[in-house]
């Protein structure tokens, strides 16, 4: 088979742009060490959105090496990438951000509570939005991955939007820079695809 082929068989829809970014543009061993990577963007909910935000936040070497290493950040990653170009933004702009998405499951708990507690000691609104948005990240993660239950989701997004001085409301949601909810409901994933891609829009 191709590699055109076996992308297409991945679920990348546009294969000659997704071989061009793998081969071409990040240098990947698509057969080799960096198969994993490859089929944790396929398991994305959009596989083509995934690989073009890793493209953008690429060449890191440090992520890199992470992403070969840690089965967590890989399927954590390229769940946010493929789901909401938003919170793809927000890494662009803060690349060490990645950082929040490794070992998602045993880091749950502390991870939430100091992210809750930098949003509380944010001292601008700056700092207020960008942890506003770190911690949406590291929620998306979880939901889209199956680390954390549905129900405590739903309740950490109702502390984001309950928050003192959170500007992050239902109003909100369409902001141009923050994930949106989806207007209409979002097919269930095909095999192998993450879960859970309820609360968490494809653009």
């Given at each position: 088979m191709t590699l055109a082929g076996r992308l297409a068989a991945l679920g990348f829809a546009?294969?000659?742009?997704?071989?061009?970014?793998?081969?071409?543009?990040?240098?990947?061993?698509?057969?080799g060490r960096d198969a994993p990577i490859i089929t944790a963007l396929a398991a994305a909910p959009d596989p083509d959105l995934a690989l073009?935000?890793?493209?953008?936040?690429?060449?890191?070497?440090q992520l890199l090496v992470a992403l070969r290493a840690d089965d967590g950040l890989r399927a954590g990653l390229a769940a946010v990438l493929g789901?909401?170009?938003?919170l793809a933004d927000h890494l662009l702009r803060h690349p060490a951000d990645w950082r929040l998405l490794g070992d998602l499951d045993a880091g749950q708990q502390?991870?939430?509570?100091?992210?809750?507690?930098?949003?509380?000691?944010?001292?601008?609104?700056?700092?207020?939005?960008?942890?506003?948005?770190?911690?949406?990240?590291?929620?998306?993660?979880?939901?889209?991955?199956?680390?954390t239950a549905i129900d405590e989701v739903m309740a950490e997004l109702a502390w984001v939007s309950s928050a003192p001085g959170s500007s992050i409301t239902p109003a909100t949601w369409m902001s141009s820079s923050l994930p949106s909810p989806p207007s209409r409901p979002i097919p269930g994933p095909r095999p192998g695809r993450c879960a859970r891609p309820r609360s968490w829009p494809a653009r």
């Open positions: 546009d294969t000659a742009d997704a071989q061009r970014l793998l081969a071409d543009e990040l240098g990947l061993d698509l057969l073009a935000g890793l493209a953008r936040l690429l060449p890191d070497e789901t909401s170009a938003a502390r991870g939430s509570g100091e992210l809750r507690a930098s949003v509380l000691a944010a001292a601008d609104p700056d700092a207020l939005r960008i942890g506003y948005k770190r911690a949406l990240l590291h929620i998306a993660a979880r939901d889209l991955t199956g680390a």
